[in-house]
């Protein structure tokens, strides 16, 4: 058995199958909706925050948890002699990367990295932290070999609506409201250094005739994938569509597998429903 224990934020979006096949913990963010404080995937789902939407026009706020959660989180492993390699939600994205890094401060023995990014990105350099703790190698230089993987991550997202960015004050009624009535579907970049996020390629049409453009964008012609795996992650959608998406996926590339997840309650809240990117790793 490994001294080594593999930790994320619960913003990597891994499934519950994918989690028990890394051994991988989560500590949950924070979900503030209405006067209740949820802790993200455990007792709040999105369907949940699209429900409360629907009927009282309200969305949640998310916040990290602060250093004495995390460690009293990382302390029933410390205390028993184990490594924990942890990896964090993007730090120009939240506070939880620099209160990890407190807590390990605090405790020694804690690996925080920095993953720079969101959702099955972070999932990505997740499980490429579990393959190495598998193989029995320390975790200092798992730390190292991580942190190195972080530009290699490409992740990104196409948006659906712009109703939950505008209700969340992330853009404006006009900008909403004109992309919107011109089925203009905006695909979102992830900055690998830190997780912010960019406004790139707009699409128009149907979900699903830009989905497919964008898999193609995405993925066409390239000879530097690390084909692995793909992750398909969205925040709720339907099978229609991620069948349409799998199969340009299969069309374009032999991954040697495809992971599709859904997207938790901080993706979800920020985006709505029928959002959905694919997300990678290159060589």
């Known amino acids: 058995m490994s001294n080594i224990i593999l930790s994320a934020d619960s913003t990597c979006d891994l499934s519950e199958e994918l989690k028990k096949r890394y051994n991988v913990n989560c500590q949950p963010l924070h979900v503030h909706l209405g006067n209740k404080l949820y802790r993200d995937g455990v007792d709040i789902t999105p369907d949940m925050i699209y429900e409360t939407f629907d009927k009282e026009k309200i969305l949640p706020k998310t916040s990290a948890p602060n250093p004495q959660e995390y460690i009293d989180y990382f ?47 972070m999932g990505l350099l997740v499980i490429e932290a579990a393959e190495r703790i598998a193989k029995g190698v320390p975790a200092s230089q798992i730390y190292e070999e991580v942190v190195a993987l972080k530009s290699k991550v490409h992740a990104s997202f196409v948006i659906d609506s712009l109703t939950y960015l505008r209700e969340g004050g992330r853009c404006s009624a006009l900008t909403a409201f004109s992309a919107n009535l011109l089925n203009i579907k905006p695909s979102i970049t992830v900055d690998n250094t830190d997780g912010n996020m960019t406004v790139g390629k707009k699409y128009r049409g149907s979900l699903e005739r830009v ?21 398909i992650t969205h925040s709720g959608t339907s099978q229609e569509i991620i069948d349409t998406v799998q199969q340009v996926v299969e069309e374009l590339v032999d991954f040697k597998e495809i992971l599709i997840t859904r997207a938790g309650c901080t993706i979800s809240s920020h985006c709505g429903p029928n959002t959905l990117g694919v997300l990678f790793m290159t060589e």
């Open 75 to 121: 302390k029933q492993w410390t205390d028993e002699g184990y490594d924990v390699i942890h990896i964090s939600l993007g730090s120009g994205l939240s506070s939880s990367h620099q209160n990890a890094k407190l807590a390990a401060e605090e405790l020694g023995n804690v690996y925080v990295i920095d993953s720079g990014n969101l959702s099955t990105g």
């Open 211 to 231: 989905l497919k453009r964008y898999v193609k964008d995405q993925l066409k012609d390239r000879t530097d994938l690390k084909l692995d795996r793909v992750f």
